[in-house]
């Protein structure tokens, strides 16, 4: 694997997005782990390293999700060190991504947008502003995108994901939205894409589909879209760069 | 009614055992703490929606480590059995080429497939393709450093095998198998007799890619000694022969061993580190 993806790198920049180093994990980060990341960035020289706002590892188990946080002084805390840690052994910023999540914690204390700016605020960590999460979590949770776009810190977003989801309704007759990277981008997630491109300016951008992969054409016409509208934000402001 | 958890510690563990029961056993039955929140029914999908994700990734990444065992099997078959394994053993850490080593064991004891008495065996095989693929490049020993030694000194030497490189006896033809379900080659896997056994194999990545080759018992049994760590002298045994001479060539020269270490080195450092008090 690792060999593919050198020769990959001859020829292209890559940007490396982590899923696994569970940056909230109360009991410290898995050296190994933070080991072999350090290496493969160190061997790749990515232009971006980018990891979640999330845990997976308790108790020397790992539960292959991103699960979601109590959003607690305690919480933010821990991500702050273990973000500190990984830009020290990395020697670079990292991007930390706003989570999909399906649940919250009564004893969270802290709204997502503002524990994301804290932590870019506390750690010079970027921020990865994933909108099909914002809009996942807003829609799950009653939360404002707008008000979560808004509170973001601008020149700490240095990417942006989008992706499709899936909408399932619940025996109480709740719908919940699950953030699963398996159709095309909703039309709400593409007007909250170009507020977000308003604020934020044009950052790069990348389109997650990685569960019933369609034909190369669906991918390359999403793709196109998320273009035009690139396009038309860097018309409207002159502070895009090319 | 006990507290619901408050630090993140205590969160954290009380939604493990949610999602997978306290000690690392799927179900909501088995969750013996409480709750980061207040009981509600709607609370049960969302914790399936985290749950199927998890089991989702394992098994795929089951399916990803053991292809042949698929085709074997069928892939509803495969799933079945891989969440099973899952609820029994969950990854150590988020490294998930390390993930699956004690599959084929579960598979030798999984009653489902007891009649495929060769499922274990062609299991444990790309296990050790696993290994062999994912193993990092280590350079070979060098040859000087070792026509340096004495012949007292090299009776007495002991070496290091590459990371990527197992050995394996199987009872059943498991490489015929291996090789035919891949190649989906139906004519093959008609022709296997699976009396056909032991078999013994070592497996590596060479320069050309991954192998899986026959030795015969004696050059296995000595390699498997060599990988042991065991010395010289000893690992050669009573098959000192011209054969077995020339089996350790040929591992010298394609990179197999890639350092060796002297007993009597192993002693002084040994000695110099009990007195520092570092072993008791």
Redesign the interface.
Known sequence: ?RRYLEKVRCNYPVSIHG????L????GL?P??LR?LAELAHNIEPGLVSEHLS???????????L?P??L?E??LE?VCRHVEQTQETLQRRILVENPST??????SSIPEWEFLAALAARTGCGILCDVNNIFVSCSNHGWDAATYLRSLPAQAVGEIHLAGHASRS???G?V?R?DNHGSRVAAEVWTLYAQALQRFGCKPTLIEWDTDIPELEVLLEEAAAAATLLRAAQAGSHACAA | MPA?P????E???A??AQ??GAD?VLGDEAASLQA???SE???A???A??RN???S??VNALRLSFPAIQRLVGRDFFEAAAQQFIRSQ???????ND?GGDFPEFLREFPAAAALAYLGDVAQLEWAVNRAL?ASDSPALDLVRLAQLSQTQLARVSFVAHPGMSLLQSQTPADLVWRAVLHQDDAAMASIDLANGPVWLLVERDATGLQVRRLGEAAWRFTARLCAGLELHAALADESNEQINAVLADHLSSGRLIDFRLADNDTKAHDAAQSRGELS
């Open positions: 694997m899923v696994g180093l569970s909230g994990s109360a009991e898995d190994q782990h072999r845990w997976s590892v308790v108790g020397g188990q790992y539960l292959a999700d699960l946080l109590p607690t305690e919480a821990v399906y649940l919250q914690f009564p004893h619940l025996d109480d709740r919940v699950i | 619901p408050e630090s993140l510690l969160t954290q563990r939604l493990r999602l997978f690392g980061p929140w207040p029914p709607r609370i999908p969302r914790l929606i985290y994700t998890g089991v990734t394992l969950l990854p150590a850490s988020a490294y998930l993930y994912h």
